[in-house]
């Protein structure tokens, strides 16, 4: 679980501090908005908004929010156009990046991005020069105090989750992306409330990184992370244990 995973774990119980959160539900707003825009207001019929009001769910955000970027998105409210945009690159010690934005100027946005990336040893690359290097996936994280692996392994392989991996916090459900809405209802139907429901990019093969080098790395992902126009960052480094927790305290 070392690597991404686990930073992907510990940004998130970070986040749930206020601000952070805030910041968290302005992202998920525009993802609503854009997705209802593009495939409808009904995530009866939406599949891709469904996943994202999932997300939603799974972040505590309020039922108001979510039905007002989604009337945002269909038009029923007026507001600010977004766009999305994938950029790639590398980071320090040859690591991938994937950056996902959605921006109404992205103008500024690319030349953010590449500020943030020169400034830590970055660059951005060509597109499809680190897709190749990840796979579509649903993740559903369920915390342990929650459920033993038994039940969490029933619940969601009968629903169709392809694995369920496990840390010393976290029991992470992987899925095909088009089944993370009825694998999280699966879940939920068995009495747990996941932490996290969202459609990520795992690496299918990952960039060792010297404990020396992870600071520069994880510096960087945050600064990315932090821009109100990013989305979601994925990356393909691995990192020891004791170098994640040691920057994340």
Not at 88 to 108: C, H, K, T, W, Y
Not at 167 to 183: K, M
């Amino acid at each position: 679980m070392a690597g991404h995973s686990k930073w992907a774990n510990i940004q998130h119980r970070k986040g749930r501090q206020d601000e952070k959160r805030g910041r968290l539900f302005a992202k998920i707003s525009r993802n609503l908005i854009v997705t209802a825009r593009e495939g409808g207001g009904d995530p009866a019929t939406n599949p891709k908004l469904r996943t994202i009001v999932e997300e939603a769910k799974a972040a505590e955000m309020p039922k108001d929010k979510i039905e007002y970027a989604i009337k945002r998105g269909t038009g029923e409210i007026e507001g600010a156009s977004y766009e999305h945009m994938r950029y790639e690159g590398f980071g320090p010690a040859g690591v991938a990046l994937i950056v996902e934005v959605l921006s109404d100027n992205m103008q500024r946005t690319v030349a953010d991005i590449r500020s943030i990336m020169k400034r830590h040893g970055g660059n951005l690359g060509a597109p499809g020069s680190v897709t190749w290097m990840f796979e579509p996936k649903g993740l559903i994280v369920v915390p342990q105090e929650l459920a033993d692996e038994e039940t969490v392994f029933t619940a969601a392989v009968e629903a169709g989750a392809e694995d369920v991996q496990g840390d010393e916090d976290n029991w992470e459900i992987l899925t095909a992306p088009e089944a993370l809405t009825t694998v999280v209802e699966a879940v939920r139907d068995a009495g747990l409330m996941p932490e996290r429901a969202e459609l990520t990019m795992l690496p299918t093969n990952t960039t060792p990184v010297e404990d020396a080098e992870a600071p520069k790395v994880l510096k960087l992902l945050d600064e990315l992370n932090d821009n109100d126009d990013v989305q979601q960052v994925y990356a393909n480094f691995e990192i020891s244990d004791a170098a994640l927790e040691a920057l994340a305290s």
